[in-house]
């Protein structure tokens, strides 16, 4: 007899209280219902339901087997349930946040790929350099840049941000180039602001060798990386911002790397989902789908 089953036909006997009252819920005889106990009774070597003519009761050993049934069933449906979602087709509505520049110049053109291999989801991206609140807003997945506090959410490290410091050859050409960090000091250095909170005062460099804190500033601030590399652009300063927002820029030359020999401290990424034992097929497909694009 399957273990499984006899187990949990001894678990219904053993609430019901009969096995004329198990054999009726489950749909068979009294008479299957005592020979998968009795089974059970055999392989284990000890007597689990004390049966009378008149009536049954657990013995001491039973009630301690009847937990661990329950226990064993309950993680078998859990499994079983498991199974199922893993086979089941990712579909619905995908809502996601993502940093601005993260999500305009790396995940948005990297979701084609995602739709086209699922084609009954759908993605709602929001853009934004706030902090948002997985849960009481209503996302499915967040990705995150920056140093994460202790939190309840699943984190999954993605690849460090790089962050390099360029301008335009326009701007180099009518205020010189840096040749050592101390030297943004006498340079317009625009600053990236967001949500009521100021430029950092400093920008952290790090060479093959050592680490410098460099004050720097300027009169223009702007809350967006692609505002700041739009003004980088016009030649109004120094910025310092990902190289994904830049890679195309300096490789036409309209953009210069500034002191190539340091970059900032890499921030780190990660893609955080709330802790549900059992996430949806279309929450794991994009898990998956972006720990192996960016992971």
Sequence with gaps: MD????????????????????????????????KHVRALEARYGMQLINRTTRR???????????????AVLAEAEAVE????????????????????????Y?????????????????????????VVDLVDEGYDAVIRIAPLPDSRMIARPLTPYRLIVCASPAYLAARGTPR?????????????????????????????????????????????????RMA???GLGIILQPLELLDDDLASGRLVRVLPGYEAPPLPVHLLFSPDRRPTPKLRSFIDFVTATFG
């Design 3 to 34: 273990r499984l089953t006899s187990m949990a036909i001894f678990a219904k006997a053993a609430e019901a209280g009969s096995f004329a009252a198990a054999g009726a819920a489950l749909g068979m005889s009294s008479q299957l219902v005592g």
């Design 56 to 70: 049954q009761s657990l013995t001491e050993a039973g009630r301690a087997f009847y937990e661990g049934c329950k």
């Design 81 to 104: 349930a498991l199974t199922a979602n893993l086979q089941a087709v990712p579909r619905g509505t995908l809502r996601v946040n993502a940093p601005v520049s993260f999500g305009a």
């Design 106 to 130: 790396r995940l948005a053109p990297a979701l084609a790929r995602y739709l086209a291999d699922h084609p009954e989801v759908q993605v709602e991206l929001t853009l934004s350099d706030r």
């Design 180 to 228: 050592r960090p101390e030297d943004l000091a006498d340079h317009e250095c625009l600053g990236f602001a967001y949500w009521g909170r100021p430029p950092e005062p400093e920008w952290v460099l790090t060479g093959e060798r050592t680490t410098t804190n460099v004050r720097v500033g300027g009169r223009l601030s702007i809350n967006s990386g692609q505002g700041l």
């Design 232 to 234: 980088a652009l016009a």
